[in-house]
């Protein structure tokens, strides 16, 4: 072996030139694969700490009667299927031991209205307790006017983003947190220009409804003004609100109610239709002595109180969705079949699926461009075995003669495969190892660098607002993998035309 090492030393440098053409192809190569694996990991970590981290856990629990997963980026504004026995969901969820913190919260796409006239339009918005939200993501958003929400206290917290879309779009009127001073500093351009004549409130109207088409306007007052951190563009269009405001807006049932106790005869009214109604009272075996009811049924209000109970948990209001974040031990794939196993085995209506799937299309704009990173990186790594494969079987074309020699002093097929190889092992080993560690330096500076975008296609891209590329053990080892799979391929045809070469060939002539 040690001969095998002198000849190829002494070869790599007696035939500089391909040498150096090849040490540089596995150089560019080498760097442009660290970078990728730099950047595709560096995305993961951003969306997870932006989303999983910060938004909504690494899994989502839905009801099981729901039919669209995308039960947050939800663009068509589709209701959300009520998550039933709330109670029974949460003490399941604490008794798990891979789940690591858990917050029910509901979705819904509420219609705002302006009460100066105008076509009204939607908002997202999350009903939260905001005491726990702030526990289950503490560091995620910013207040920039206003303050957070005190524990039970009714009202929202409004984005930036919603405020100036409402404000160009839908109301025509600035919106300001409850008893705070105009701030004009945050201002858009257009609001600026109004200068006195700009209206300024501090509430928001929003209509909420459902598949029965049931509707209820509710006021609520904006207590802050807020920005998520990362990725507020996608983020900012949904807007926090306490819970109890939600559930009064989209006809849930509130932690305030109580439930309507309705007796046997009002019961025996709700199962009949109308004909049996008119025949009830129209009758005359229906009158008999009794003792007068002062207390009279309203049955329209009875089937409102009886659908309500039907559909939530009337203990302890109603939710929609439950976020979860799993242990650290827990990979995500294996936490969400275990749930969903365990689930299955409590018998509860519920159904855990990943956060990429809640996202909808904004998780899956995210997987696009992680894909095409990836595509672009295995394009670097099979154009560089191509152009190293050709110049190597070039080179063996070329030393013909001194192979052919080798071979009629009695070098063997074997010796001869060996030493091309280690060749190839050598430059790879000198010119692919540089080109690893530029690539490591180079995802260094990109980081410290410390690049951020508004632009909401590159936020994705960076997995937040700043590019951060991170390496970690695994990528610098996938970087060697990549790049010794890349020296054995495209010395297989090579060394293919080597054995081919006999000793009539050191003396042979065209």
Same mark, same amino acid.
């Given at each position: 072996?040690?001969?095998?090492?002198?000849?190829?030393?002494?070869?790599?440098?007696?035939?500089?030139?391909?040498?150096?053409?090849?040490?540089?192809?596995?150089?560019?190569?080498?760097?442009?694969?660290? /970078?990728?694996?730099?950047? *595709? $990991?560096?995305?993961?970590?951003? &969306? %997870? !700490?932006?989303?999983?981290?910060?938004?909504? =856990?690494?899994?989502?629990?839905?009801?099981?009667?729901?039919?669209?997963?995308?039960?947050?980026?939800?663009?068509?504004?589709?209701?959300?299927?009520?998550?039933?026995?709330?109670?029974?969901?949460?003490?399941?969820?604490?008794?798990?031991?891979?789940?690591?913190?858990?917050?029910?919260?509901?979705?819904?796409?509420?219609?705002?209205?302006?009460?100066?006239?105008?076509?009204?339009?939607?908002?997202?918005?999350?009903?939260?307790?905001?005491?726990?939200?702030?526990?289950?993501?503490?560091?995620?958003?910013?207040?920039?006017?206003?303050?957070?929400?005190?524990?039970?206290?009714?009202?929202?917290?409004?984005?930036?983003?919603?405020?100036?879309?409402?404000?160009?779009? /839908?109301?025509?009127?600035? *919106? $300001?947190?409850?008893?705070?001073? &105009? %701030? !004009?500093?945050?201002?858009?351009?257009?609001? =600026?220009?109004?200068?006195?004549?700009?209206?300024?409130?501090?509430?928001?109207?929003?209509?909420?409804?459902?598949?029965?088409?049931?509707?209820?306007?509710?006021?609520?007052?904006?207590?802050?003004?807020?920005?998520?951190?990362?990725?507020?563009?996608?983020?900012?269009?949904?807007?926090?609100?306490?819970?109890?405001?939600?559930?009064?807006?989209?006809?849930?049932?509130?932690?305030?109610?109580?439930?309507?106790?309705?007796?046997?005869?009002?019961?025996?009214?709700?199962?009949?239709?109308?004909?049996?109604?008119?025949?009830?009272?129209?009758?005359?075996?229906?009158?008999?002595?009794?003792?007068?009811?002062?207390?009279?049924?309203?049955?329209?209000?009875?089937?409102?109180?009886?659908?309500?109970?039907?559909?939530?948990?009337?203990?302890?209001?109603?939710?929609?969705?439950?976020?979860?974040?799993?242990?650290?031990?827990?990979?995500?794939?294996?936490?969400?079949?275990?749930?969903?196993?365990?689930?299955?085995?409590?018998?509860?209506?519920?159904?855990?699926?990943?956060?990429?799937?809640?996202?909808?299309?904004?998780?899956?704009?995210?997987?696009?461009?992680?894909?095409?990173?990836?595509?672009?990186?295995?394009?670097?790594?099979?154009?560089?075995?191509?152009?190293?494969?050709?110049?190597?079987?070039?080179?063996?074309?070329?030393?013909?003669?001194?192979?052919?020699?080798?071979?009629?002093?009695?070098?063997?097929?074997?010796?001869?495969?060996?030493?091309?190889?280690?060749?190839?092992?050598?430059?790879?080993?000198?010119?692919?190892?540089?080109?690893?560690?530029?690539?490591?330096?180079?995802?260094?500076?990109?980081?410290?660098?410390?690049?951020?975008?508004?632009?909401?296609?590159?936020?994705?891209?960076?997995?937040?607002?700043?590019?951060?590329?991170?390496?970690?053990?695994?990528?610098?080892?996938?970087?060697?993998?990549?790049?010794?799979?890349?020296?054995?391929?495209?010395?297989?045809?090579?060394?293919?035309?080597?054995?081919?070469?006999?000793?009539?060939?050191?003396?042979?002539?065209?």
């Amino acid at each position: 072996m040690l001969l095998i090492l002198k000849i190829s030393w002494r070869n790599i440098f007696r035939h500089k030139g391909k040498s150096i053409v090849i040490g540089v192809i596995l150089f560019l190569g080498a760097v442009i694969m660290t /970078l990728g694996n730099g950047v *595709i $990991t560096g995305m993961d970590r951003g &969306l %997870n !700490k932006h989303i999983v981290e910060n938004f909504t =856990g690494n899994i989502i629990l839905i009801s099981g009667d729901q039919k669209n997963e995308a039960v947050i980026f939800n663009f068509m504004a589709e209701s959300v299927e009520i998550i039933t026995d709330y109670t029974k969901v949460k003490d399941f969820l604490k008794a798990q031991p891979y789940i690591k913190k858990f917050m029910p919260a509901a979705f819904g796409a509420p219609l705002v209205l302006n009460e100066d006239g105008g076509e009204p339009d939607f908002n997202y918005v999350l009903g939260v307790d905001f005491t726990e939200y702030r526990k289950m993501f503490p560091d995620n958003i910013e207040i920039l006017e206003g303050r957070y929400p005190d524990p039970d206290e009714r009202g929202m917290l409004l984005t930036d983003w919603n405020r100036e879309l409402n404000f160009k779009y /839908l109301l025509g009127y600035w *919106i $300001t947190p409850e008893n705070e001073e &105009l %701030n !004009k500093a945050n201002l858009i351009p257009e609001a =600026g220009e109004l200068g006195d004549s700009l209206k300024v409130k501090d509430r928001m109207i929003f209509m909420g409804f459902n598949e029965k088409n049931t509707t209820l306007d509710i006021q609520a007052k904006v207590i802050g003004i807020i920005k998520f951190k990362a990725l507020n563009k996608f983020l900012g269009f949904f807007n926090l609100i306490d819970i109890e405001s939600f559930r009064e807006c989209f006809g849930y049932f509130t932690a305030e109610d109580s439930a309507s106790s309705i007796g046997k005869e009002a019961n025996k009214i709700l199962k009949l239709d109308d004909s049996d109604l008119d025949n009830l009272f129209g009758t005359e075996s229906m009158f008999e002595k009794t003792d007068i009811q002062k207390n009279a049924y309203d049955i329209s209000s009875l089937k409102k109180e009886t659908e309500k109970t039907k559909q939530i948990d009337v203990d302890q209001g109603s939710y929609n969705q439950v976020y979860i974040k799993l242990t650290s031990e827990t990979p995500l794939l294996e936490g969400v079949k275990k749930l969903n196993q365990a689930v299955k085995e409590a018998n509860l209506n519920v159904r855990a699926i990943t956060w990429k799937k809640g996202m909808g299309e904004v998780a899956d704009m995210a997987m696009i461009m992680k894909g095409a990173l990836f595509i672009f990186v295995m394009f670097i790594f099979f154009v560089a075995v191509i152009i190293i494969m050709n110049t190597l079987s070039m080179a063996a074309v070329e030393r013909i003669p001194e192979i052919g020699m080798m071979r009629a002093v009695g070098a063997r097929k074997t010796f001869i495969s060996m030493m091309f190889f280690c060749e190839t092992s050598l430059l790879s080993f000198a010119f692919g190892g540089l080109g690893i560690i530029v690539g490591i330096i180079a995802v260094q500076i990109l980081n410290a660098m410390d690049m951020t975008t508004t632009n909401e296609m590159l936020q994705l891209f960076y997995g937040g607002n700043a590019f951060k590329p991170y390496l970690g053990i695994v990528d610098i080892l996938l970087a060697m993998i990549q790049l010794s799979i890349v020296t054995v391929l495209s010395t297989i045809y090579p060394i293919l035309v080597t054995r081919r070469i006999t000793p009539l060939d050191a003396i042979s002539r065209d």
